[in-house]
T-cell receptor
Framework: GAVVSQHPSWVICKSGTSVKIECRSL??????MFWYRQFPKQSLMLMAT?????????EQGVEKDKFLINHASLTLSTLTVTSAHPEDSSFYIC?????????????FGDGTRLSIL | EDQVTQSPEALRLQEGESSSLNCSYT??????LFWYRQDPGKGPEFLFT???AGEEKEKERLKATLTKKESFLHITAPKPEDSATYLC??????????FGSGTKLNVKP
């Protein structure tokens, strides 16, 4: 149980392109989804928290206009990297969590490797 | 300040050599402590949840324990396939999650 699917797993694109990453909870309803960025040999860096039907909450230093997050349903959240540049190249991971107020773990997708040329 | 600290940063073991990974935390209102395993190029895989001091969970060669200040992940007779980075996360008040920086485990055959 608690499967989270993330697509695509790998993206290579030219500078200036916008890239959309999808995160789906397959067998549960995710009241909250998180988006992380992970640099090589480092731990997870939280970018934003999104609750279904409301605006995402971004961490300090994360550009809202650069990283657009939409959480339109209880099973889908998307992260769009707008006008991507080489410095946006990274490993992006989503997680889903069900039950606001409950003591449940986050369940993670397998990540998206984004390479901007 | 709420924080989670994992030690050691890296650990090399021979196959069969048991050891423990540490996760110490200072958070207000602990709601749960979670252990994950992360393989290179993959997202973290959930292993255990611990809720209160004294609680223990086991899965194959792994056993997680919890006190009021720290958690241990004990690895008994590890195999090379146990090599991975192990992450600890704590859920505190207001549904805030704090992640440790991980322990990279390398088990040599």
């Amino acid at each position: 149980g608690a499967v989270v699917s993330q697509h695509p797993s790998w993206v290579i694109c030219k500078s200036g392109t916008s890239v959309k990453i999808e995160c789906r909870s397959l067998d549960f309803q995710a009241t909250t989804m998180f988006w992380y960025r992970q640099f090589p040999k480092q731990s997870l860096m939280l970018m934003a928290t999104s609750n279904e039907g409301s605006k995402a909450t971004y961490e300090q230093g994360v550009e809202k206009d650069k990283f657009l997050i939409n959480h339109a349903s209880l099973t889908l959240s998307t992260l769009t990297v707008t006008s991507a540049h080489p410095e946006d190249s990274s490993f992006y991971i989503c997680s889903a969590y069900y039950g606001q107020g409950s003591n449940q773990p986050q369940h993670f997708g397998d990540g998206t490797r984004l390479s901007i040329l | 300040e709420d924080q989670v600290t994992q030690s050691p940063e890296a650990l090399r073991l021979q196959e069969g050599e048991s050891s423990s990974l540490n996760c110490s935390y200072t958070v207000s209102g602990l709601r749960g402590l979670f252990w994950y395993r992360q393989d290179p190029g993959k997202g973290p895989e959930f292993l255990f949840t611990l809720y209160s001091a004294g609680e223990e969970k086991e899965k194959e060669r792994l056993k997680a324990t919890l006190t009021k200040k720290e958690s241990f992940l004990h690895i008994t007779a590890p195999k090379p396939e146990d090599s991975a980075t192990y992450l600890c996360a704590v859920q505190a008040s207001f549904n805030k999650f704090y992640f440790g920086s991980g322990t990279k485990l390398n088990v040599k055959p």
